[in-house]
């Protein structure tokens, strides 16, 4: 606690010129983008906007997970984005349970069945991360904060290792269910249905969690716990089922993000959870950590930041890019755009 | 005998003089006794233990920034990138290329401690603003510099050879050399100039061992000295320790420019007996591999993170290569040996599946030892009574 | 008129909402024992905070020997000879005592990187000077014969004693203690203002925060009152005890 003050302090001076020499580079680099949107001319913007909104919308659901879990435990669980992947090469595998074959299956009859396969996707990956915590994070709650983070980076390997165990380093061919429309939202100007769908899945998501959050008793009790832990255990909260409760959580908005991203892609490969869940995790910090509406914002920002770079600038870079984002963030500004929920003391 | 065993005595608190000694002896004996074992044959085993001692000076390296501070670094590899980088600029016909048009061919042995200046310079720039976040925003931060840093050559256009890299890069030279028997001439000194190439890799392992003896021993008496002490206690309880009049974010800084410049080290020497560099090679893997040699020799014990390289390296380079076939062999003769070929619904066949084992040993490294024996295979004996310390807090906190 | 070591103020520290210390100004004078009292959460520990760095005051400035010290960074307030002991004993517990009083010589050692990664003679030289200043100075708590046990291995009374040793051995000009005789044995609280003897008599002023009322009677010469983050009282023991405000803010007002 009382680190975390002087660490505000010592930042302070440095931070402001920072700010401000931040806040040219980033209006420079604004207009530019500008220029370059204006001549690509708007049919190439909205199927790039598109595009950014929907991978944001996929960014969002992992960044919920990273960024509840955090709020809670103040660790950050590395693995999430593994599970995000194992999330989509279990629907995978499950597909042809649920009847699901590509070309052999589009429109209204494809509802339940997908519905099926992400119920049973999301409680498997709930699972899973519950799993985690209980095996790799419960035991070493009270260990040096460098134990839990080891066994977070390791049960990420571990799980990237039985992926690629399972299948090998191979792109996998995920089905391609979604319509192939295109939407006009003006007069030549279209935007793929894929993302509108993609989008709003999410939406349904992020919405239902901010109900369960806001009203039920769990989700005051994760409030709670993430305010204060020992004041939540004195009012009788059980400390062990909250967390383990916003763990399941984190990995249903997880697993449901796995599937909507091979929909949406058509490609998993085993290793792909571990860029996803570090550009995830950036979108948390970017947004604010342990501010849910904040990993939702973040995520379609970084999306649409990302999607801009691909299509406007270098796609070589946009990594780089993204991952000096996070690493500017946490250095000058670490509450990041809605700040953190977690009061200071 | 009773010399001996008062020193050992004495030296039961520290065990560590005598696993440097056991250390040092196996290593000058491992060539002759591989030479031996294989009829002349031992090349490759020799000149694979020259490469894992490279893992080796990485580990010893982590060691300081993980161990001795606390501080929990993903991106090691990039200095390790940074260090090859440099002798790949500085030490081949590579500038001329460049817009530059001129190329440098500085010596080895200055471009070690180029490498290893340019390498801490990377790892001071990194710190300075990061090293004050609280632990997971570190790791995270080292994360993300260990992914920019290799994309960032592999995006370097022609400076630094972009993706394919940059190859045929000099060989370390020095104006004579010893050889022996093992090179089938008689006992002297080479007559003339003395090249490193693959055609005497002896050469690579015995320089290789004075190297790493060099760092052991300047990491040795910095442990010792009243940084080891700092590191200790900001480790410890940093408030305390800045009450103390530690700077605390000053010695992380240090700590971190240390391991920063090892693994520069490390990375002209791998650089230089590769005789190429490319960005492919300084992936996340080599971070987590180094990680996961520290974590499972023991953390802030140097001979600990030695015996954790020295172990994992054969497990990975010898062993797992091995095993595929070894496995193979095994399965058809006790009739299994339908196993070993791929088929149709996916199984590639039970070589490639255990070659493909790899991030599934480290995964269970990492989470075991933590779990399970948290002070590793050879732990310091501080760190065995602060972990084991720690999990009886926890019982009692659980028995509240 | 003795001179002032440690000037405070118009120290305001808040925390969002909470005023934990509300425009504090108090002097200490040198060469004396000082001390700092006031009812549970009056921000004694807070004020230390504040003098020693921890906290950065939100308004107000601390002066030590004529320096402005304000917001500076805990590790420079002990270099500039301000050392601190904890309200719930902070040592090193996994080094040996002797160990935790070498670590308190850091700020005052002159090796260089070099020096530590080649053993030069310079370096083990100091390493033979603190060594045996440390040993000096667990003599002077009696601790000497328990050198090389591990801190967490000690009795209560000796931690405190121990985390008293390793203040000493920055060499500071003040040494803040916080609560330094709580859960001593009237035995242990008479050694303990002993001990503060001593340590005035090496011209080392002594600046503490105590609940127990006899000893800060008997030991200090100057005290100053919290109560809810303000000044309520300042003066001698004789004049503090017989202040109103005082007696009503640790036994409530009378109806």
Redesign the interface.
Known sequence: MVQRVRASVVAAPSASLINVVGAIVVAYVAVVAAQRIYHGGPVYFAQTLGFGLALGAIYALVALGYTMVYGIIELINFAHGDVFTLGAFFSLALMPAFGLTEGKSSGIGLILPLLGLFVVTMLFCAVVNVVIERVAYRPLRHAPRLAPLITAIGMSTLLEGLMFVWKGPFNLHYPDLLPETQVTIAPGVTIAAKALVVMGVALVLVIALTQFIGRSKLGKAMRATAQDRDAAQLMGIDINRTISATFFIGAVLAGAGGIIYGLYYNSVAAFDGFQYGLIAFTAAVFGGIGNIPGAALGGLIIGVVAAISDGYFAPAWTEVLIFSILIFVLVFRPTGLLGMRVPEK | MTAIRNYLRAHIRDPNPIAYALMFLAAVFFPVVVQFATNGNGDYLVGLAADGGVYMLMAIGLNVV?GFA?L?D?GYAAFFAIGSYTYAILASAHLSVTPIGHAVHLPFWILLFIAMFVAACAGALLGA??L??????L???T???G??VP??F??GGIWTGGIPGMSALDVPKLPFWIQGPWVNLPLGLTPDEFRFTSANLTAYYVLMLILITFVVI?VH??QN??????W??V???????????????GIKL?AFSIGAATSGFAGAFYGAKLSYVSSENFG?IVS?TV?AMV?LGG?GNIPGAMVGAAVLYFILFYFLPQAPAQLEGLATSVGLGSLNHANAS?W?GLG??VS?????????????I??LR?QGLLPSQ?RK???T???K??LV?VAK | MSDFILRVSGLTKRFGGLTAVDNVTFDVPAGEVFALIGPNGAGKTTMFNCVTGVYKPTLGRVTFLGRDLTGSPPHRAAKAGIARTFQNIRLFEYMSALDNVRLGHHCRMHSKLWDSLFKTPYERHEERRITEHSMDLLTLVGLDHHAENYARNLAYGQQRRLEIARALATEPKLLLLDEPAAGFTPQEKVELMELVGTILKRGITVFLIEHDMKVVMQASQRIVVLDHGEKIAEGTPNEVRGNQRVVEAYLGKSA
């Open positions: 993980v606390g929990l993903l603003p990061t004050r976040l609280r632990g997971d925003y790791a995270i931060v994360l993300g510099f992914e920019i994309r960032v592999a995006n300047l008496n910095l000295s009243r940084l080891g002490r700092a200790m206690a480790r410890e309880d940093e408030s305390a320790a800045a009450a103390c009049g530690v700077n605390t974010v240090l996340f987590v990680l974590v953390m996916g590639p490639e599946e493909r084992a790899k991030y599934v040993i480290f995964g269970l490294i990492l989470v075991g933590m779990v948290p501080v009574q602060e972990l310390h720690a999990s807090a926890e906190a």
